[in-house]
């Protein structure tokens, strides 16, 4: 399974069936897992609340760089933290890819060979696949 995400996160608006739309994605995705079936998230521009959280269970995730991706969206952190705004290089797909957080930050002209290079290693070595940029260019 391979999502990209690119969207401004699930409204509260929508209250409980939001809530209830994560837990499903959720619960799909660990199934996925277990059966060892590949999960890929590609995190697009932006995405935030809880269509980043769901993503995030997959089991390969790569940022688009430049890419904003945090759990809250620009109003909502500076509406809750006085007023101060966020650093936008502390929500970059980059600065989740240098801490740990995304396996790979990759130009979108580099997605569709990256994907391909980790389904094929995926699939060859049918355990699940933690995949590096040497991975992929080698």
């Known amino acids: 399974l391979i999502t990209y995400t690119a969207t401004g996160g699930m409204s ?7 809530l209830w739309q994560m837990v499903k994605t959720i619960l799909a995705l660990t199934q996925l897992k277990q059966a060892n079936i590949p999960t890929i998230s590609i995190f697009g521009h932006p995405t935030t609340g809880g269509t980043f959280v769901t993503a995030a269970q997959s089991s390969v995730l790569i940022g688009e760089c430049k890419a904003e991706t945090r759990f809250a969206g ?4 500076t509406l809750s933290s006085g007023g101060q705004d966020i650093d936008i290089s ?6 989740f890819h240098e801490h740990g957080l995304f396996h790979m930050a990759l130009e979108r002209k ?7 290079s980790i389904l094929k ?4 070595y049918q355990t699940p696949f933690h995949p590096s940029v040497e991975a992929i260019d080698s």
């Open 12 to 18: 509260m608006w929508n209250g409980t069936m939001s």
């Open 74 to 77: 620009r109003r909502v952190v």
């Open 90 to 95: 502390a929500t970059s797909s980059e600065f």
């Open 110 to 116: 580099q997605m569709k060979s990256a994907v391909y």
């Open 121 to 124: 290693q995926w699939y060859h």
